[in-house]
């Protein structure tokens, strides 16, 4: 929707803002979702699966942060963010469910289309699985974005067990988004930091 104020046809990674918060362009294509049977960590849930994502779509650059969440909605949900899981403004917003997210799309919908910055007809909402899915591989077939293992180099996450030499994990705390290298479509934060909506 926003492809004519950049080029007639966006590439992967391409950028847009809506109403003040980054977004980039996944193209149209066909991916394996899931996991192969012989990939280490696999839950049983995650069988593979042939998806075509029949039209491209613009997702979030990075997690909705604590500062564009206060701008959109105004009040924190029933628990507000805390020191203890990470606060600021360029944190990631977390203890949000469903419904509060939904919010923040209708809110950032009627805020960018009053801006003009979002045609008419066209509104912001939460990503398929499969939507999700496909953004996070950014083109890739191995089981991360950065190919077929991650370490806290790549991503907030917890390394278990801990090993000797390497920083202790940063478990149960968010980081500010964008801290980490972004995958091949621009996008951060697709692997750890805090859960997605």
Not at 95 to 108: D, G, K, M, P, S
Not at 180 to 194: F, L, Q, T
Request: hydrophobic share 40%; glycine share 10%; proline share 7%.
């Amino acid at each position: 929707f926003l492809a004519a104020r950049m080029r007639e046809q966006p590439r992967g990674g391409d950028a847009a803002t809506i109403a003040g918060i980054e977004f980039r362009w996944c193209p149209a294509g066909s991916f394996q979702m899931g996991s192969p049977a012989d990939e280490p960590h696999r839950r049983g849930d995650e069988a593979q699966v042939s998806v075509t994502i029949s039209r491209g779509f613009w997702i979030g650059r990075t997690e909705v942060t604590q500062g564009q969440w206060r701008r959109l909605v105004g009040a924190w949900p029933d628990q507000a963010p805390t020191a203890r899981f990470g606060l600021g403004d360029d944190f990631p917003m977390y203890w949000v469910n469903y419904a509060e997210a939904e919010t923040f799309c209708a809110r950032l919908t009627d805020n960018a289309g009053r801006a003009g910055t979002l045609p008419n007809g066209m509104r912001v909402q939460l990503p398929t699985e499969a939507q999700w899915e496909y953004a996070c591989r950014a083109g890739t077939t191995t089981a991360f974005a950065f190919g077929p293992t991650l370490d806290r180099s790549q991503a907030n996450l917890a390394l278990e067990p801990h090993k000797p030499g390497t920083e202790p994990p940063l478990s149960n705390r968010g980081v500010a988004v964008a801290r980490y290298r972004a995958n091949a479509w621009d996008i951060c934060d697709m692997h750890g930091n805090v859960f997605e909506w």
